[in-house]
């Protein structure tokens, strides 16, 4: 079928034609047969690259078209929010009805807010998250919203992110029950439980553009799933190496899974010192540019230099220790073809469009704390190989396992190259991410009583899998929680929201956290500092990432506690950690308290380098773990406003301040001017340049005499000051 035979207006057609969409892919195909142009739920589960996307811009924008209200298109990361936003564009000269153009916005921040503005946009891409969010605030516009994209549906497994994309679209559900919903996924083997759960029909299809070779190598030679085999030459020393360098000579990249970070980095190295030798000089210049871009983006630390050295050598690593920054220029760099060879951990395969012509899976393992290492499932491995096959540029595309015995080759052939993945089964029976949806839904009034509690999550996709008995146990133990703390009051037989209950709710953290900030901020130390504030957020189940304890750390945070003890809201006691709910672990105490000591060192403007030496947690840990406290001192700020700690008030709004650029007090001023960070910021005061009006006063010629500070940033300072 062409796309000039579907029954889609023409200005519709025109654009696809001008992307270069000329015939539609056979999944495509069975999924407008289907219905998906005439409102039909759809939950379509193709390989990568097989098109989904583009169903679901076609049900978007022809029901715009057609005055069917709003479209919202969900996906579980900031980054795929942005790709997809991007991927709209091409839409925004269409006209509607009505003669005006369609209007694409994007919201992913900011979680305690409405964001009324969005009401006047027709496509609206955001995180499942910030959805969540929305509907905790009720906003107006949520009720016409007549298209409902979930991508990455196979999440409703994932113990972190699952249970709120399954609230937030059976809340949408409720909502909008007229509203059509497309649920996408390359790898869902039930994917007709979950077309019963949104009423909808289940379109599951192998077909790829590029087709998929998978295969485990051992001994030097790939075995592939067809029974064929490839010899490989050995000559660096390291088997993964010298597959990824053929995969590069034949005139591919190559995507490599390490199990971790440090082996990503290391795997990184040998690529790129491998690859320098063969760069021709027109490839050497491209990556050196691409070099410097790494070093003059945010601080320069041990990790950017490293990153910086590889991408000279035509390699990289990627993973979650990155700040987002860097791992767009790596991810971008390697789209456009310049980086060959690319190390990640997996986190890179929940990320953005990477595709490459070949995938490595150089373990099957990952190490989860405090479970130890542990096989991978074969869903995950479906969507790390599913990055195999650029289309138009491959003709095929490989994903191969590395075997170190005979056994194992046999045993990853049979489970993982010809096995089928786990079923997606719902994870929101855990109580601690159950907590905060049963608040939620309380105080959003799609529940009014305990039997109408029970009756909205009896329309969870969990309900549809399970027996709601024991859900209805758990969500009754947290109903008498929430009881217990004064968030939720029984008026005759209804259920009600205090106030503390609906601003936890908006403030978008557990009722847990909640708790221990306001007991906390009730039983104050003798010397209360900002130190103790970091430890009353570092307690809260909320804090994130969570920063574990390594080699001698026990005696150096046991000596800072020591030395802190009249700042502590929660003191160790003995081997135990007494708490307001129960009683903490020693080791967990000190946990906390590490992370209270890395945010005090980064207020204190250690940098990011010395951190990481200190500590050994990296710049994009740093970042989240920043940008988590921060968020956490905002609602201690509205807590302590609730609670009438207005004596706080200033000292948690100034900490937060100092939390989000890593700056002493006397620098808070200055970091709020554009493009002046916490280096610029200090060499500014260093300078005499200490207060707005040094600003208005200083000449251009004087600013730009500083290190750091060029024309652009001067004449940024000075029309920030007006």
Same mark, same amino acid.
Request: net charge neutral.
């Given at each position: 079928?062409? #796309?000039?035979?579907?029954?889609?207006?023409?200005?519709?057609?025109?654009?696809?034609?001008? =992307?270069?969409?000329?015939?539609?892919?056979?999944?495509?195909?069975?999924?407008?047969?289907?219905?998906?142009?005439?409102?039909?739920?759809?939950?379509?589960?193709?390989?990568?690259?097989?098109?989904?996307?583009?169903?679901?811009?076609?049900?978007?924008?022809?029901?715009?078209?057609?005055?069917?209200?709003?479209?919202?298109?969900?996906?579980?990361?900031?980054?795929?929010?942005?790709?997809?936003?991007?991927?709209?564009?091409?839409?925004?000269?269409?006209?509607?009805?009505?003669?005006?153009?369609?209007?694409?916005?994007?919201?992913?921040?900011?979680?305690?807010?409405?964001?009324?503005?969005?009401?006047?946009?027709?496509?609206?891409?955001?995180?499942?998250?910030?959805?969540?969010?929305?509907?905790?605030?009720?906003?107006?516009?949520?009720?016409?919203?007549?298209?409902?994209?979930?991508?990455?549906?196979?999440?409703?497994?994932?113990?972190?992110?699952?249970?709120?994309?399954?609230?937030?679209?059976?809340?949408?559900?409720?909502?909008?029950?007229?509203?059509?919903?497309?649920?996408?996924?390359?790898?869902?083997?039930?994917?007709?439980?979950?077309?019963?759960?949104?009423?909808?029909?289940?379109?599951?299809?192998?077909?790829?553009?590029?087709?998929?070779?998978?295969? @485990?190598?051992?001994?030097?030679?790939?075995?592939?799933?067809?029974?064929?085999?490839?010899?490989?030459?050995?000559?660096?020393?390291?088997?993964?190496?010298?597959?990824?360098?053929?995969?590069?000579?034949?005139?591919?990249?190559?995507? @490599?899974?390490?199990?971790?970070?440090? =082996?990503?980095?290391?795997?990184?190295?040998?690529?790129?010192?491998?690859?320098?030798?063969?760069?021709?000089?027109?490839?050497?210049?491209?990556?050196?540019?691409?070099?410097?871009?790494?070093?003059?983006?945010?601080?320069? !630390?041990?990790?950017?230099?490293?990153?910086?050295?590889?991408?000279?050598?035509?390699?990289?690593?990627?993973?979650?220790?990155?700040?987002?920054?860097?791992?767009?220029?790596?991810?971008?760099?390697?789209?456009?073809?310049?980086?060959?060879?690319?190390?990640? !951990?997996?986190?890179?395969?929940?990320?953005?469009?990477?595709?490459?012509?070949?995938?490595?899976? !150089?373990?099957?393992?990952?190490?989860?704390?405090?479970?130890?290492?542990?096989?991978?499932?074969?869903?995950?491995?479906?969507?790390?190989?599913?990055?195999?096959?650029?289309?138009?540029?491959?003709?095929?595309?490989?994903?191969?396992?590395?075997?170190?015995?005979?056994?194992?080759?046999? /045993?990853?052939?049979?489970?993982? #190259?010809?096995?089928?993945?786990?079923?997606?089964?719902?994870?929101?029976?855990?109580?601690?991410?159950?907590?905060?949806?049963?608040?939620?839904?309380?105080?959003?009034?799609?529940?009014?009583?305990?039997?109408?509690?029970?009756?909205?999550?009896?329309?969870?996709?969990?309900?549809?899998?399970?027996?709601?008995?024991?859900?209805?146990?758990?969500?009754?133990?947290?109903?008498?929680?929430?009881?217990?703390?004064?968030?939720?009051?029984?008026?005759?037989?209804?259920?009600?929201?205090?106030?503390?209950?609906?601003?936890?709710?908006?403030?978008?953290?557990?009722?847990?956290?909640?708790?221990?900030?306001?007991?906390?901020?009730? %039983?104050?130390?003798?010397?209360?500092?900002?130190?103790?504030?970091?430890?009353?957020?570092?307690?809260?189940?909320?804090?994130?990432?969570?920063?574990?304890?390594?080699?001698?750390?026990?005696?150096?945070?046991?000596?800072?506690?020591?030395? /802190?003890?009249?700042?502590?809201?929660?003191?160790?006691?003995?081997?135990?950690?007494?708490?307001?709910?129960?009683?903490?672990?020693?080791?967990?105490?000190?946990?906390?308290?590490?992370?209270?000591?890395?945010?005090?060192?980064?207020?204190?403007?250690?940098?990011?380098?010395?951190?990481?030496?200190?500590?050994?947690?990296?710049?994009?840990?740093?970042?989240?773990?920043?940008?988590?406290?921060?968020?956490?001192?905002?609602?201690?700020?509205?807590?302590?406003?609730?609670?009438?700690?207005?004596?706080?008030? *200033?000292?948690?709004?100034?900490?937060?301040?100092?939390?989000?650029?890593?700056?002493?007090?006397?620098?808070?001023?200055?970091?709020?001017?554009?493009?002046?960070? %916490?280096?610029?910021? *200090?060499?500014?005061?260093?300078?005499?340049?200490?207060?707005?009006?040094?600003?208005?006063?200083?000449?251009?010629?004087?600013?730009?005499?500083?290190? !750091?500070?060029?024309?652009?940033?001067?004449?940024?300072?000075?029309? /920030?000051?007006?």
């Amino acid at each position: 079928m062409k #796309v000039s035979e579907i029954e889609i207006p023409e200005q519709l057609k025109e654009i696809l034609e001008r =992307a270069g969409y000329e015939n539609l892919y056979p999944p495509q195909i069975e999924a407008i047969r289907a219905g998906a142009l005439k409102g039909r739920n759809i939950v379509l589960a193709s390989p990568t690259a097989s098109g989904k996307t583009l169903v679901a811009e076609l049900c978007i924008i022809y029901n715009i078209l057609k005055d069917r209200g709003k479209s919202l298109y969900l996906t579980p990361l900031r980054a795929l929010a942005n790709e997809k936003y991007e991927e709209f564009q091409k839409y925004k000269s269409l006209k509607k009805r009505n003669g005006e153009n369609i209007k694409i916005a994007i919201s992913t921040g900011d979680f305690d807010s409405a964001d009324e503005w969005l009401g006047k946009y027709d496509i609206i891409v955001s995180t499942n998250e910030k959805v969540d969010s929305l509907l905790r605030h009720k906003a107006t516009w949520m009720n016409e919203i007549r298209t409902i994209v979930a991508d990455e549906i196979h999440l409703l497994t994932d113990q972190d992110r699952g249970p709120t994309l399954e609230i937030t679209l059976t809340k949408l559900m409720e909502l909008n029950p007229e509203a059509q919903l497309l649920a996408l996924s390359a790898t869902v083997s039930n994917a007709d439980d979950i077309a019963r759960w949104i009423d909808g029909i289940a379109i599951t299809t192998e077909w790829r553009p590029v087709p998929l070779r998978e295969g @485990v190598y051992y001994g030097g030679e790939i075995l592939f799933k067809d029974g064929s085999a490839k010899k490989i030459s050995l000559n660096t020393g390291r088997e993964s190496l010298d597959i990824a360098l053929e995969v590069v000579h034949e005139g591919g990249q190559v995507l @490599v899974f390490t199990e971790t970070r440090k =082996a990503s980095v290391e795997y990184g190295r040998h690529a790129a010192n491998a690859l320098s030798t063969e760069l021709s000089d027109s490839q050497r210049s491209k990556l050196n540019t691409i070099a410097k871009k790494i070093m003059t983006s945010g601080e320069k !630390t041990r990790l950017s230099e490293l990153l910086a050295q590889q991408i000279k050598g035509g390699a990289a690593f990627h993973h979650a220790g990155l700040t987002g920054t860097h791992r767009k220029i790596v991810e971008d760099s390697f789209k456009s073809g310049m980086i060959k060879i690319l190390a990640a !951990t997996p986190t890179l395969a929940s990320g953005v469009n990477t595709p490459a012509r070949a995938v490595l899976i !150089t373990s099957y393992r990952r190490y989860d704390p405090g479970y130890g290492r542990n096989p991978i499932s074969v869903l995950e491995y479906k969507q790390l190989s599913g990055r195999a096959g650029r289309p138009k540029y491959d003709i095929f595309g490989e994903a191969i396992l590395i075997a170190k015995t005979y056994e194992e080759r046999e /045993h990853l052939i049979e489970t993982y #190259v010809c096995g089928e993945p786990e079923k997606v089964w719902s994870k929101l029976s855990i109580e601690n991410v159950l907590r905060p949806h049963v608040l939620s839904t309380i105080a959003t009034g799609f529940a009014y009583t305990e039997e109408g509690l029970y009756q909205f999550f009896s329309k969870t996709f969990h309900a549809q899998q399970y027996d709601l008995k024991s859900l209805k146990l758990k969500v009754g133990r947290i109903l008498k929680f929430l009881f217990e703390e004064g968030m939720v009051k029984p008026i005759k037989d209804v259920l009600s929201p205090t106030k503390f209950g609906r601003r936890i709710s908006e403030l978008y953290i557990d009722p847990l956290s909640a708790v221990i900030i306001r007991d906390g901020l009730h %039983r104050r130390p003798s010397k209360l500092t900002d130190l103790s504030l970091l430890q009353l957020i570092s307690r809260t189940p909320d804090i994130s990432p969570k920063l574990y304890l390594r080699g001698r750390e026990n005696s150096r945070l046991s000596a800072y506690a020591e030395k /802190h003890y009249d700042e502590l809201i929660f003191k160790p006691t003995n081997s135990s950690y007494v708490m307001l709910i129960y009683e903490q672990d020693y080791d967990d105490f000190l946990s906390d308290l590490k992370c209270v000591a890395v945010l005090q060192d980064w207020i204190e403007e250690m940098s990011e380098d010395d951190i990481f030496e200190r500590y050994r947690v990296e710049p994009g840990d740093l970042l989240r773990l920043t940008q988590t406290a921060e968020w956490l001192l905002y609602a201690t700020y509205e807590l302590a406003r609730l609670f009438e700690h207005n004596d706080l008030l *200033r000292k948690l709004a100034v900490l937060r301040a100092r939390v989000r650029s890593g700056v002493k007090e006397e620098l808070v001023p200055l970091v709020q001017i554009e493009g002046v960070g %916490r280096i610029r910021a *200090r060499i500014l005061y260093n300078n005499g340049f200490r207060t707005m009006a040094d600003l208005r006063r200083a000449s251009l010629s004087s600013l730009t005499a500083l290190p !750091t500070i060029g024309t652009a940033i001067a004449k940024k300072i000075k029309e /920030h000051l007006g």
